[in-house]
């Protein structure tokens, strides 16, 4: 299985991340093992993922997610669904 993910940092802000293994990937995380970005901003904890059919396609969509602002985040967290295009912006 391949994962897209976004974790919430103890600072508030979003991390999105891809991984084969979601408890394994948090773990890593919190350990401040996974990423630079995290690490001076632990704990953290997932507030959403979504499962996709390859590599490719999680890898794809983790940069879509990536470029969304917050609000359209905040969005697909709350109604875990993929925004639309409109939300993007």
Sequence with gaps: MHYVYILKCSDG???T???TD???RLKKHNEGRASRYTRGRL???YLYWEVASS???ALKREL???KLKRPAKEMLIKNNCKPTINERI
Aim: charged share 35%; aromatic share 16%.
């Design 43 to 45: 704990p953290v904890e």
């Design 64 to 66: 879509e997610i990536k």
């Design 55 to 57: 590599k490719s396609e």
């Design 17 to 19: 991340g891809y991984t």
């Design 22 to 24: 979601l408890s394994r």
């Design 13 to 15: 802000s979003y991390y």
